[in-house]
């Protein structure tokens, strides 16, 4: 089986295992580059996006809520922001922002709904890119670039 570039082996038929096709902001939230040389933070990664697709994907709120604690909010909004939809989030995290439906389902929209089929991550500290084909970002280092 292929997850996200990764082949994944013997795997027993008890366990269910999600696959993730195509990079979605969830991703992006979680990617850096500090395993460059030189790099301290290397986050957020500024994303230039050519394609991309809206899926509709099954709306959970307890996952949502529980997930709004391990995102970097100001890194999701200026990814919402590099693939044009900046008006999909506000500005600030609302405080009530676990309790709220409306902020779930726009906060769910833009994490799993949103995905990249091609287009660019670039190291903040460096101007490394990495390209994004078929949905999967491409971060291998060449070993003169590994710290």
Do not use: W
């Amino acid at each position: 089986m292929i997850a996200a570039g990764l082949v994944v082996k013997n795997i027993p038929s008890c366990c269910s295992v999600f696959v993730v096709r195509t990079m979605k902001l969830l991703t992006h939230n979680m990617l850096t580059s500090k395993s460059i040389k030189g790099v301290k933070e290397g986050y957020p990664l500024q994303l230039k996006v050519e394609d991309m697709e809206v899926k509709e994907t099954e709306f959970n709120k307890d996952f949502v809520a529980r997930i709004i604690p391990k995102i970097r909010y100001d890194a999701l909004r200026s990814a919402v922001k590099d693939v044009g939809k900046e008006d999909a989030l506000p500005a600030e995290l609302p405080d009530d922002a676990a309790n709220s439906e409306d902020f779930l389902r726009k906060f769910h929209h833009v994490l799993l709904e949103l995905e990249i089929l091609k287009g660019e991550l670039i190291c903040p500290e460096t101007g490394r890119v990495f390209p994004i084909q078929n949905g999967i970002p491409n971060m291998l280092l060449k070993p003169e670039e590994v710290s």
